[in-house]
Each structure stands twice: as C-alpha cells, then as structure tokens.
C-alpha cells in the first residue's frame, strides 16, 4: 500500500477505536457499583441543604478510581446541578495551589483567573462569594493527592478549601481525595490530620475473570464481531494480570487492532498480539528517554549505576552532589521528573523530618537504559 491507500482505505476492523483511548468512559461500569453508590452517598447531604462528607478514596493503579469520580460527577451535574458543583483536578497536571483553586474557579466562572497579576486571595474570595450567594456546595475531586505531598502544600490546600465555612458563613464544602499507593497513607494523615475527616473507600484490584470479562467487553465494543477470538483476549489477560495494569491490557487490545490492520488482515491472530506485547516492552522506554533534559538524563543515569538497592532520596543527593554541584530544589525536581515519567518509583520510608524520606528505585533495568540513552535519536523513528 501507498500513503495514499493507507489513509483512503476505508476497511477497518475496529468498530469504535475511541473506546481504546484513555479518556473513554465505560457505560457498563458495574463492578464499581458499590463504590460509586457510597460516593454518592457522601454526596447526598450536600444535595439537602447539608456539608457533603469527605472520602477517601484508595486503590493499586487502573482499578477505577478516576473513572468512577468521573462518571459520578457528570450524573450529579445532570440531576443535581441546582445543589451542587463537582470539580474534579488532576494533581498531576495541577499541583499548585493556585493552580488547584484556578480549576476550581474555572468550573464555576467558565474561565480561569489570568495567571499572573492576580492575588490567590482574590481568587479565593470570588469563589466562596459565588459559593455563598448562589448556596450551592463544593465537592472537589483531588486526583493523585501524593502529587501534593512536596513542601506540606496539601494541609494549605485543604485547609482552605474545608474551613472555608469559617470565613464565609453558611459555605459547605467537601473534598475526594485519591491516593493509588498505600505508601503514602501516612503522609497524608501527618500532613492533614484533623482537617480531613473523611470515610474510607477500597478500590480492590481486578482479578482475573473481572480483568477478562473488562478486556471482553472493551474488544466486543472497540472491534467489528469475530475479529478478536477469546484465546487471544486471555492471552491479552494473563499478560495484563502478570504486569499489574488493566490500562495496559486495553492498549495491547488497540495495538493487536493496528498490527492486524497493517497486515491488512480482518481478524486479529497471534502474531498480532505477540507483536503488541513485545512493543509495549520497548517502546515506552524510548519515547520516554528522548524526552529527558540532558540534566535528567544524567542524574538518571547516574542511579542506574547506583550499587545499592535501597538508597534514600536524601543519600542519592549526597552520592550525587559529590560529582555534580546542583542545588537540593534542582535535584528535587530532576526526581519528581523522573518519577513523574514512571522511570523511578520513589516509596515513603517513614523516616525523616516528617516522615517523608523517600527510597528511590530504578522501574527499568539499568543496562537497558544506559543503552537507550547512549543510543542516536534517530532509533526512535523507527518505532513511530
Ligand atoms: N470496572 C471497569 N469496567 C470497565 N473499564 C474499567 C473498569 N475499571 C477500570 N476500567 C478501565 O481501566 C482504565 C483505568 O481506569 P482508571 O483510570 O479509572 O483507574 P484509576 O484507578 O484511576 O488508576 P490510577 O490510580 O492509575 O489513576 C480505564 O481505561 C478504565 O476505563
Ligand atoms: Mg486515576
């Protein structure tokens, strides 16, 4: 096939390609049900005059999480949108203070507050104002609060939004907290206490047959009839359970999809899958590399020839900073790069000033790294 015959060819085996896409929202979302009525729950004061109840809400990674707040919150837009507002922030993108309240006033004005010139308390006061004269309640979502963690941000960001009711009389606010990993319990306990009183939510991880009949469902929904056999989404189930991730599963059932389709084939083979598995392993790790600044690249680097297994952030910094004289703050956010790109896990030791000392661990097999970094950029094209 030509460029042109790939992008004209109109055959394809895939039904509805976006339900593969990582914002897609599944309709049937039933084994979250028990979850989702209890946030409802926490939810419904608020929709009588009351203060909503905060949750907790905890579990491993692609176990729901997001996409139970998410669903929740369109349905409470619909029916209740009279009683309250729903506001959901990613702390992975929105990490600030500002940036958080930013989000907040956005959903409420339909814009957000220009970024400089504006003092976070006037931003503040616009919201609890509207908040105060329009009676509505406040839930806010704060997906991935360890993201929140760096310089004990997370009791101010608290604070302001649960008090609020000090300062504007009558305001009731609540707040949903995510946390995937258990590591950080803790830390969060030790940075809020007392502020965030809040009821407890499991999210238990998916095991086999609910991954399967998940992958099932997502196949019979993403591809035309017959073009996936259910061996293969076993094959695809047993590789999903082994590496923890059923958001990983759902991609390896769209790249089996284009392997399928480049070989011009209608139905979905091994070969297909055997060939997505194997990109999944390498791919992510270069693409991710070539994005690296040459001071990420080098402090990375640097941790792969680390000899021991288990170093604190803080002795990584000592080992480091011996060679290569950078500031602690510089050092800090190479990490949180790092980490922010799933190159390093960095877990709680319970140690330290606050309890928040942190052991940094490679995700990735040191050689392999050093191989890919010290590889031409051009490598990577081979792979788009
Ligand atoms: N019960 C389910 N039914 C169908 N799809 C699901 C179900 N649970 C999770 N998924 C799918 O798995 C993927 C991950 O879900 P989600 O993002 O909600 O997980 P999460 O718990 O927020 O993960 P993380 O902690 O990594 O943020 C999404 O593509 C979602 O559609
Ligand atoms: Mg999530």
């Known amino acids: 096939m030509d460029l042109n015959d790939i992008l004209m060819y109109d055959e394809t085996i895939f039904q509805d390609v976006t339900v593969f896409n990582s914002?897609?929202?599944?309709?049937?979302?039933?084994?979250?049900?028990?979850?989702?009525?209890e946030m409802a729950f926490s939810l419904r004061p608020a929709l009588m005059?009351?203060?909503?109840?905060?949750?907790?809400?905890?579990?491993p990674p692609a176990t729901g999480k997001t996409t139970a707040i998410k669903k929740l919150f369109e349905m409470a837009e619909e029916d209740c949108d009279d009683e309250i507002i729903c506001v959901y922030v990613n702390c992975q993108l929105h990490s600030t203070k500002f940036d958080i309240f930013s989000q907040i006033h956005k959903k409420i004005f339909g814009h957000a507050p220009p970024e400089t010139g504006v003092p976070f308390a006037r931003v503040y006061n616009n919201i609890m104002n509207e908040l105060y004269d329009s009676e509505k309640a406040l839930i806010v979502a704060l997906d991935d609060i360890n993201h929140l963690f760096q310089g004990n941000m997370i009791s101010e960001i608290f604070y302001d939004i649960l008090r609020a009711h000090e300062s504007f009389n009558g305001v009731r606010t609540g707040i949903f907290a995510v946390l995937s990993d258990i590591d950080?319990?803790?830390?969060?306990?030790?940075?809020?206490?007392?502020?965030?009183?809040?009821?407890?939510?499991?999210?238990?991880p998916y095991n086999y047959e609910e991954t399967y009949?998940?992958?099932?469902?997502?196949?019979?929904?993403?591809f035309?009839?017959?073009?996936?056999?259910?061996?293969?989404?076993e094959m695809i189930t047993d590789y999903t359970m082994d590496h923890g991730d059923l958001r990983l599963g759902i991609e390896l059932l769209r790249m089996s999809g284009n392997n399928a389709e480049i070989r011009a084939a209608r139905v979905i083979e091994e070969e297909d899958v055997e060939k997505a598995f194997n990109s999944a392993e390498g791919i992510s790790l270069r693409y991710v590399l070539e994005t690296l600044s040459d001071k990420e690249k080098h402090l990375?680097?640097?941790?792969?020839?680390?000899?021991?297994?288990?170093?604190?952030?803080?002795?990584?910094?000592?080992?480091?900073?011996?060679?290569?004289?950078?500031?602690?703050?510089?050092?800090n956010r190479l990490i949180n790069k790092l980490e922010f790109l799933r190159l390093i896990d960095t877990t709680y030791t319970g140690i330290g000033k606050?309890?928040?000392?942190?052991?940094?661990?490679?995700?990735?097999?040191?050689?392999?790294?050093?191989?890919?970094?010290?590889?031409?950029?051009?490598?990577?094209?081979?792979?788009?």
Do not use: C, W
């Not at 005059?49 to 579990?59: A, Q, T, V």
């Not at 035309?224 to 989404?233: D, G, H, M, Q, R």
């Open 354 to 384: 606050k309890g928040n000392s942190r052991y940094i661990t490679l995700r990735f097999d040191g050689k392999e790294i050093r191989n890919n970094l010290s590889e031409k950029k051009s490598r990577v094209t081979r792979f788009n």
């Open 23 to 37: 914002d897609y929202l599944p309709e049937n979302f039933k084994l979250r049900q028990p979850q989702m009525e």
């Open 49 to 59: 005059g009351g203060k909503p109840i905060n949750n907790l809400i905890l579990g």
């Open 213 to 222: 009949n998940i992958l099932k469902e997502r196949a019979k929904l993403g």
């Open 300 to 331: 990375l680097k640097f941790i792969t020839r680390v000899k021991e297994d288990n170093i604190t952030s803080g002795d990584l910094f000592k080992l480091y900073n011996r060679e290569n004289k950078i500031s602690y703050a510089t050092y």
């Open 184 to 204: 950080f319990r803790h830390v969060l306990d030790k940075n809020v206490g007392s502020i965030f009183n809040a009821t407890e939510i499991n999210f238990k």
């Open 224 to 233: 035309f009839p017959n073009v996936i056999s259910e061996s293969l989404i």
